[in-house]
């Protein structure tokens, strides 16, 4: 398992470190494959952060919300 500086990152950083598209991932909000409270949260300025750690889960384990 990876080490983070920090567990809780932007949607930005999450495409740059993945190769996801920003519009791919929240395409996987939209469709309910992640989940608010579980894979992100949003900060009380609305933005959205991931939780790394649920992120890894699901490509390890296939999980859809």
């Known amino acids: 398992q990876m080490n983070y500086p920090i567990d809780l990152i932007t949607t930005k950083k999450l495409a740059e470190l993945t190769g996801y598209s920003v519009g791919a991932l929240r395409k ?26 649920e992120y890894e889960k699901w490509v390890r384990h296939g999980q859809r919300g």
């Open 28 to 53: 996987k909000i939209h469709d309910g494959i992640f989940r608010q409270g579980v894979h992100f949260v949003k900060s009380p300025d609305g933005r959205i952060h991931w939780n790394i750690q």
